[in-house]
């Protein structure tokens, strides 16, 4: 077959899966909605593995499939651009994805709205898919806000729940901030370019560096380039439009592995690679992108400190590793970010799945102060859940370690703007990631069993369902089709990181796909020469700072979790308020619930009764007719009926037009 | 082919049909009156289709014309004619109206047979006005076509009926007046009424400014434009559903098609420089009403605001002065018919069943109507301008168009981005989303037979649209090249001395 139809393949594969299941559940039933979608899964990453070996082998796409629209002298064209870094996004894609398709069997077995879900993680799939496949911006819109729909449906999959209709709406409405930010980016590239084609785009980058936006005066590039990465933030959950990230956890957990840990948030990251040729040339603009991402790291990464619910404490470390790839964007080492994406793509779905499966053992009971000593009972999330932390935390030898100790280098060699404070934020982040991993998986699998206790109340609203687990009753492992996807994803998180390091960062791999420009190639050349090899580094990292953090981290979390349990609370007193700020999420929450979401409906009920109804309304309409009345009133006075009025009328106006005329005549 | 008197056929086919419908009578009839009228709009539609299936795209002059002497001393002619502007309305119009037809098939029961009549004479006399040539003909058609709608709102309509079709009335014959002036002055300076030969009349800049704001007030009172639009809501929230859908899919439209075939080409250097005035208005229409929308608590007020909100980007585009801008908002006129049609049957289904239209009276309707919701998530969706549906297209291009010209239009008008996602999704979920909210509510039965195959018809049409509009903007593009230029070139001109 030809390699285009192929192409085409990949992403109508699940798609077909998805309306199979949408539209036909009922009729295929469970078993068939998950088979269908299950193969299209299967058949795109087969496909994305066929398109590897194809672009191993040196070929590269760029055309278009058909034109979408054309107006005002702009092909709007839906096209695929296959390189190398597209392969790897599609690999990463199709292969978490027919993970979490498999482990969904055994996690939502109970579920009414089983089809339903099939239907709505295929067309993720799709989404997805064609975002990263996509050559132009009109394309890559479409798949960034159609993966922002699917968010927007898995979030509120249990829609009865007003927690999770309550997340899925905000989520909607935060991405669609960055959404705006993106647009605009989008338009100004057509604007100036004349074109939606990244190619052509590209190729103009560095007349658009010497323009300015017409009317603002801004720096035309550096425009572009912020506008693009607001989107990147919204999607990608960078401070400050970070907020939907920890309550879309209110979805089931194999989409929070999915899309909101393994693929979709990285939208952001593999955008602002592809767009490498741009913001290569805008330095402010990669200062903005470092500074955000920093601030991302390190202060998501502390809230994750102070969470019990064990999906939370996942997420925050997600927010916090999006951040990590952020910075590496930000000092332009776009091939580290890409890999530390596909290597966390591996070991936050695991730990995901795995927080899930321990989920299942517990009956839906998500506190973790109500877990303790799991490893007994079940041994295969236990060791998964364990290799992924380490990887997490980037014990050396692991895929973890690769990645986030090469962005840390090429922070450290960096000399851009923000840099100094770039690196405080990841070190410190270092020992903040091992400090809650650990403290998790102490609290999890180690230490005292703490469930099967009387009932405690729920404060997550989870209405009259029953959760947690009996009294008495023990945890138990989950069912195969859950453990397997632990142990496939389990596999890449350790080894992924060992093999392709070299290739990937330090041989070129990427070739053209990635664009740094030649002031910044500096430190990167360093790094390269001073890279001793996947095992010398890994060998090396035994004595880096970022080695010893980690340590240090997870000894703290160690005594404070399991030697001096007291300690913990002892801290929590005595620093109430750090410990109150942190558990407020620095106060975002309420300050856009008041301010923007507040502000807003309160803007609009003013502008209603103000504007529409007294002063439109009131004054416009109602006073005209009531002008009318008034005049028409008045004229009625007049017509009285009544003879001997009509005839005084008439003698007065004579006799007042006598007196002018006389006056007139004698003057 | 071409000696068919289409456009005639597809105006005068729903009129005689309407006033054979009217021929059965009392609703002892009902039935025959409701198949007479489904025939009828149906044979509207397929005279409509070899307009777009025989149309020369690669031209802008007018084609199909049809021209016949009226009343010869005043030369008043008979003109019919259509060009890549007015081509998709003709479609759409008569399309809409076979769905207005079924909607109403068991939702009214009182005068079927005028009912009917009235949506059948109405799709006429909107076919007329799309296809006139002749200042005097588009005019009787313009005005023709308030008398149905009048009589739908006040006859088949809510509780305040009558307010509502008194502002609806007052403020469109107002608008109309001025029309009618500026068409007479128009006569009186060129010495005829026909479209084509005013666009060529390089009138003085004081007499095109005159003309441009009885056309701006005429036009923009039914488009609505701020703040000349709240007889919108009020109309919409009386009005029967039928009557809400050809009020939202077709008659805005007839206000925004005078800018494109009045405004902008007959007194370009005035629409020139007003621009400002146009621009300034449409972005209020976009932000304010966007915030005010976020503060009902009527879905059919909401809808009705948001179809503000959506021809304040229609009226945008058309004054940016390029292509983008007025291709962009030529598709966003064509979606908004299929999007806010099918928001106000969505609604119009609810309102059957419950009869209440509080977003406080619902909560929970996927429990009990999910077929519904899923419909209804699609059109709140297209709504709010997600792309691969209909509402994405124009929205995007006219952005784009509006970077073109200005930064900040443009960045105003992407908050629509934010502000429809909002008052779109709030309400939906407040309505669909969450536990059962009350007994009538878990009673709610979801969509029959009927309304399953009128909510998937738009639904086919707001997605084709979305993932092919290329046959839209196809036949278009000469026809607005060809405005463009002609604009271009009159302001390039000096304005002739007052």
Known sequence: MDMKTLHLLVPLAPLAGAVAAGLFGKQIGRAGAHCVAIFGVLAAFILSVVIFQDVQAGNTFNYSVYTWMQAGGVNFEVGFLIDKLTVVMMLVVSFVSLMVHIYTIGYMSDDPGYQRFFSYISLFTFSMLMLVMSNNFLQLFFGWEAVGLVSYLLIGFWYKRPTAIYANLKAFLVNRVGDFGFLLGIALIVAYVGSLGYTEAFDAASTMAGMEVAGIGWPLLTTVCICLFIGAMGKSAQVPLHVWLPDSMEGPTPISALIHAATMVTAGIFMVARMSPLFELSETALSFVLVIGATTALFMGFLGIVQNDIKRVVAYSTLSQLGYMTVALGVSAYSAAIFHLMTHAFFKALLFLAAGSVIIGMHHDQDMRNMGGLRKYMPITWITSLVGSLALIGTPFFSGFYSKDSIIEAVHVSSIPGSGYALFCVLVGVFVTAFYSFRMYFLVFHGKERFGKPHHEHEDGHGDEHHGLASGQKPHESPWVVTLPLVLLAIPSVVIGYCTIAPMLFDGWFGNAIFVGDNHLQGLVEIKEAFLGAAGMGLHGFITAPFWLALAGVAAAWVLYMHKPGWSAAIQRKFAAIHTVLENKYYFDRFNEIVFAGGARALGSGLWRAGEQELIDGVGVSGSSRLVTMVGRLAGLFQTGYLYQYAFTMIVGVFVLLTFWVLKVIL | ?498
Not at chain 2, 67 to 80: G, V
Not at chain 2, 435 to 447: C, Q, Y
Not at chain 2, 459 to 480: D, K, N, Q, R
């Open chain 2, 1 to 498: 082919m071409t000696d068919i008197p289409l456009l005639s056929l597809a105006i005068w086919i729903p009129i005689l049909g309407g006033v054979l419908v009217l021929a059965t009578g009392s609703d002892a009839n009902a039935r025959m009156a409701r198949v007479v009228a489904l025939l009828t709009a149906i044979a509207g539609f397929a005279i409509t289709i070899p307009l777009y299936a025989c149309f020369d795209a690669s031209t802008a002059a007018m084609q199909f014309s049809e021209l016949r002497p009226w009343i010869e001393h005043f030369n008043i002619n008979y003109h019919l004619g259509i060009d890549g502007i007015s081509l998709w309305f003709l479609l759409l119009n008569s399309f809409i109206t076979i769905i207005v037809v079924i909607a109403g098939w068991e939702s009214i029961q009182n005068r079927v047979a005028q009912y009917m009549a009235a949506f059948l004479i109405m799709s006429g006399l909107m076919n007329g006005i799309f296809s006139a040539l002749d200042g005097v003909l588009f005019y009787v058609f313009f005005e023709a076509s308030l008398i149905p709608l009048y009589l739908i709102i006040g006859v088949w309509g809510g509780p305040n009926r009558v307010y509502a079709a008194f502002k609806f009335f007052l403020f469109t014959l107002a608008g109309s007046l001025l029309l009618l002036l500026a068409l007479i002055c128009l006569y009186n300076e060129t010495g005829s009424f026909a479209i084509l030969d005013w666009h060529q009349a390089g009138l003085p800049l004081g007499a095109q400014t005159l003309i441009f704001f009885a056309f701006l007030i005429a036009f923009g009172v039914k488009v609505p434009m701020w703040p000349i639009h709240t007889w919108l809501p009020d109309a919409h929230v009386e009005a029967p559903t039928g009557g809400s859908v050809v009020l939202a899919a077709i008659a805005l439209k007839l206000g925004a098609y005078g800018f494109l075939r009045f405004a902008l080409p007959i007194v370009p250097q005035a629409c020139h420089e007003y621009t400002w005035l146009v621009l300034g208005l449409s972005l209020i229409a976009v932000i304010y009403i966007g915030f005010v929308a976020l503060a009902q608590s009527d879905m059919k007020k909401l809808v009705a605001y948001s179809s503000v909100s959506h021809m304040g980007f229609v009226t945008l585009g058309f004054f940016l002065h390029n292509q983008l801008g007025i291709e962009g908002a030529l598709i966003q006129m064509i979606s908004h018919g299929f999007v806010s049609g099918a928001m106000f049957l969505c609604i119009g289904v609810l309102y059957d069943r419950m009869h209440s239209r509080q977003i406080a009276d619902y909560g929970g309707v996927v429990n009990t109507m999910p077929k519904f919701a899923a419909f209804f998530m699609l059109f709140a969706m297209a709504n709010s301008g997600l792309p691969a549906t209909s509402g994405f297209v124009g929205e995007f291009t006219v952005i784009l168009g509006a970077m073109q010209a200005n930064f900040l239009v443009a960045f105003l008008a992407a908050t629509t981005l934010i502000l429809g996602a909002a008052y779109s999704l709030w309400m939906y979920k407040r309505v669909v989303f969450g536990e059962v909210a009350n007994e009538n509510v878990a009673r709610l039965t979801d969509l029959n037979r009927r309304e399953f195959f009128f909510l998937a018809l738009l639904a086919a049409c707001v997605l084709a649209m979305g993932l092919y509009p290329f046959p839209f903007t196809e036949v278009m593009h000469a026809s607005v090249e060809n405005l463009l230029q002609h604009v271009q070139q009159q302001t390039a001109l000096t304005p002739p001395p007052l």
